[in-house]
């Protein structure tokens, strides 16, 4: 991060490979347009399963590379896109996390609050509430225990 940039100018896009994410790319790309003053990170979070989810100590390894494989090439993909909207170099960075995390939301609030972000931006994966009642809603989660911050919620 550029700590030059003041903190609100400090954007988080929190995303996975969903075609909610890559919106979410597309609308910070579009709004700023490679205005300068601004610094974006691209973050994905893995959750880390528990230790008893792996039968063997290799499997676990196996998905460990499969997963950061996976994040790091969306992370690239998503941080070229900036890059070729004449946004600098210097002012896009990509951020993989794996971590155990009881609530993704939590997690997403968590790297907001370490990279010093004022903005975080999501994608709405675009749930029924009787689903959202169930399995819940990061980006709702996110919405109601955001603090200090600007949170985007992309549709």
């Given at each position: 991060m550029n700590t030059d940039v003041k903190k609100h100018r400090n954007i988080l896009i929190a995303v996975d490979a969903s075609?909610?994410?890559?919106?979410?790319?597309?609308?910070?790309?579009?709004?700023?347009?490679?205005?300068?003053?601004?610094?974006?990170?691209?973050?994905?979070?893995?959750?880390?399963?528990?230790?008893?989810?792996?039968?063997?100590?290799?499997?676990?390894?196996?998905?460990?590379?499969?997963?950061?494989?996976?994040?790091?090439?969306i992370l690239e993909e998503y941080r070229q896109i900036f890059i070729q909207a004449d946004f600098r170099e210097e002012d896009v960075t990509s951020h993989l996390v794996m971590r155990e995390c009881t609530s993704l939301a939590e997690c997403i609030l968590d790297e907001r609050k370490k990279l010093a972000c004022g903005t975080v931006v999501i994608g709405r994966r675009g749930i029924s509430r009787k689903e959202e009642f169930m399995f819940g809603s990061t980006s709702s989660k996110i919405l109601h225990t955001a603090k200090d911050c600007t949170v985007w919620v992309i549709e």
């Amino acid at each position: 991060m550029n700590t030059d940039v003041k903190k609100h100018r400090n954007i988080l896009i929190a995303v996975d490979a969903s075609e909610n994410a890559r919106r979410a790319v597309s609308y910070v790309k579009d709004l700023l347009d490679g205005l300068p003053g601004f610094h974006i990170t691209i973050t994905t979070i893995i959750p880390q399963p528990p230790e008893d989810y792996f039968v063997s100590e290799r499997e676990k390894t196996d998905w460990i590379e499969n997963q950061n494989d996976t994040a790091t090439r969306i992370l690239e993909e998503y941080r070229q896109i900036f890059i070729q909207a004449d946004f600098r170099e210097e002012d896009v960075t990509s951020h993989l996390v794996m971590r155990e995390c009881t609530s993704l939301a939590e997690c997403i609030l968590d790297e907001r609050k370490k990279l010093a972000c004022g903005t975080v931006v999501i994608g709405r994966r675009g749930i029924s509430r009787k689903e959202e009642f169930m399995f819940g809603s990061t980006s709702s989660k996110i919405l109601h225990t955001a603090k200090d911050c600007t949170v985007w919620v992309i549709e």
